[in-house]
């Protein structure tokens, strides 16, 4: 079976030929410029792969809902000239075969659940049925796979926009151009940038109080950080009800977040949620596997889907 997978993004356009285990065949990265021309190249990567169905996860924010004229388009994005864009039919008609889009985090999600922690790692042996998928990077994003099936309820979850209590030294306005400081505002890549004005990567892992912290100012950044994922975490569970949480994302290329979450992740549920899981966390917030790939790696497994849906 030839399937075939996109995954659109505001710098790049990823496709992919695989199959339904996983096993990419061919692959390109188009760079994303206007939606005429982005689209016309991944139309041209496709034609005369045979492709048998199409998966797309996209950024957005995006129309799911299939009885409305919308569907399948970005809607009101940011990027410029890519509102409005329908990338669902246009790939029909092109390719003859069926097509089905979600969001570039619920792919991610989708991605993890069937070939990264569902199959074979420690947290794997728990979680391939209910898993969490959480971006944390320019923006934060969630995927929500529960029960097996992708969450989508009136349109999509857009959990990165919760609101969470703030740090008692955390002093910054936050980043979020519509709520300034939900969970986004105060933790993405931009928000660290904003509250320290120094790029996250830059900053050290010093203990509080360490006589070696580099910039001043910034030895409670990941303190800060970790106080607000492990409140998100929190309330991810007690919303979705979980069984892992994979925490991906260019901040959390710092292994030393996980611990200190973690930590915090244990105060704040404070035992009210009893369950083999939660308690403990060590195997239920966990770093991304497939090395990047979860993403078009869901895809496949969309494209597959739309074959019987
Ligand atoms: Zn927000």
Known sequence: MILGALETGGTKFVCATGDENGVISDRAVIPTTSPEETLEAVKKFFSGKRIEALGIGSFGPL???????????????PKPGWSNTDIVSPFEKALGC????????????????????????????TGSDNLLYVTIGTGI?????????????AMHAESGHIFVARHPDDRYEGKCPFHKDCF??????????????????????NAPGSENASFTGTEKAWDIEAYYIAQACVNYTLCYS???????GGVMNHP???????????????????????????SYIVPATLSGDQGILGCLCLAKSALTE
Do not use: Q, W
């Not at 799911?64 to 994005?77: A, N």
């Not at 889009?101 to 042996?125: C, I, R, Y």
């Not at 933790?187 to 900053?203: D, K, T």
């Open 63 to 77: 129309c799911l809902d299939k009885s409305s004229p919308d569907y399948g388009h970005i809607t009101s994005t």
């Open 98 to 125: 069926p097509v089905r889009l979600d969001t570039d985090v619920n792919a991610a999600a989708l991605g993890e659940a069937v070939f990264g922690h569902a199959s074979g790692s420690a947290a794997g042996k």
């Open 141 to 153: 994003g969630v995927g929500v796979y529960i029960d097996g099936h992708l969450l989508h309820g």
């Open 184 to 205: 986004e505002g105060l933790a993405s890549g931009p928000a660290i940038e904003g509250r320290f004005g120094i790029r996250g990567e830059l900053i050290p892992f």
């Open 242 to 248: 979980p069984k892992v949480i994979v925490l991906g």
């Open 256 to 282: 030393e977040l996980f611990p200190m979450i973690r930590s915090y992740y244990k105060r704040f549920m404070n035992n009210y949620v009893k369950n083999p899981y939660t308690e403990n966390p060590d």
